[in-house]
C-alpha cells in the first residue's frame, strides 16, 4: 500500500532524511522507531506531503503523491495524526469528532459518527463534554477517533502515548488494536519501542536520517544492534 523508495528530505541546508526505503503492506500494522531527532516525524510529514522531497519516491496504493497537496493525500485516504493532542479545546467532543468528517457528505458522517461512538463507549458517555477539560488520555482518544472520521485507508500516528500515564498508554494501545483488526493500516511512530513490537507484527529502527535496521517484531526484539538503537 505504501512505497517509499530512496526519499530523502532538507530543512533549507539541513540535510534530515538520507536515502530512506520502507513499504507498508494492505492491513499490516507497522512500528517505526528510534530516539528523538532520528527522522521519524519529518518521515511522516513527508509521506502526508507537509514537507517536501528533495529527492527519491513516495507511492501510496501504486500511485505516486510525492508531489501532491496534502488536503489531496487526505483525499486518498491517507491520514495523518501528528505529535500532540492537537484539539479544539472549546468545542465539544461530538464536534472534534464532526470536524474529522467534514469530506463526508452530511448523512455519512453521521452515519460514521454513530458507528464510532458505539465502538468507543468512553467517548459516547463524553460526547457533550468540552474537548479542553478531558484528561490526556481521553484527549488523545478523541484525536484518534477523529481522524478515523476520515475513513482513513492508512493511518500515520506521531508519538501518541507522549506525556501519558500507563493506564493512559494502555487505553491508546488497545484502541490502536482494535482500530487494526476493523481493517485500517496502520504506521505508527514511537518511542516506546517495546509496546510497540508487541502490538505490531514487523518494525523499522531509525537513527540520524536513515533506517538502519527493519524485521518482524521478534527479530527487532532479539537483535543486539536493535537494541543498542531502540534504548
Do not use: W
Not at 455519512?108 to 464510532?116: I, S, V
Amino acid at each position: 500500500m505504501l512505497d517509499i523508495a530512496q526519499l530523502c528530505v532538507s530543512y533549507g541546508k539541513v540535510d534530515v532524511l538520507h536515502d530512506v526505503s520502507m513499504h507498508v503492506g494492505r492491513n499490516e500494522f507497522v512500528a517505526l522507531l528510534g530516539p528523538n531527532n532520528a527522522g521519524k516525524t519529518t518521515l511522516l510529514r513527508a509521506i502526508s506531503g507537509l514537507v517536501p522531497a528533495g529527492s527519491g519516491s513516495v507511492k501510496f496504493a501504486d500511485a505516486d503523491i510525492g508531489n501532491l497537496r496534502s488536503d489531496q493525500i487526505v483525499a486518498r485516504g491517507v491520514i495523518h495524526i501528528p505529535e500532540g493532542r492537537h484539539i479544539f479545546a472549546d468545542l465539544s467532543v461530538e464536534e472534534n469528532l464532526l470536524v474529522g468528517g467534514a469530506r463526508l457528505k452530511t448523512q455519512a458522517r453521521r452515519r460514521r459518527l454513530d458507528e464510532l461512538l458505539a465502538a468507543l463507549p468512553l467517548l459516547a458517555e463524553l460526547k457533550s463534554r468540552r474537548a479542553g477539560t478531558l484528561s490526556g488520555g481521553q484527549q488523545q482518544l478523541v484525536v484518534i477517533s477523529r481522524a478515523l472520521m476520515a475513513e482513513p485507508r492508512l493511518l500515520l500516528i506521531d508519538e501518541p502515548t507522549l506525556g501519558l500515564s500507563p493506564v493512559a498508554i494502555d487505553e491508546v494501545f488497545t484502541t490502536l488494536r482494535n482500530v487494526h483488526s476493523t481493517g485500517t493500516t496502520i504506521l505508527l511512530s514511537e518511542q516506546n519501542a517495546e509496546l510497540s513490537l508487541d502490538l505490531c507484527s514487523r518494525g523499522y529502527v531509525m537513527a540520524g536520517g536513515r533506517i538502519v535496521l527493519e524485521g518482524d517484531s521478534a527479530q527487532l526484539k532479539e537483535a543486539a544492534l536493535g537494541k543498542v538503537y531502540l534504548t
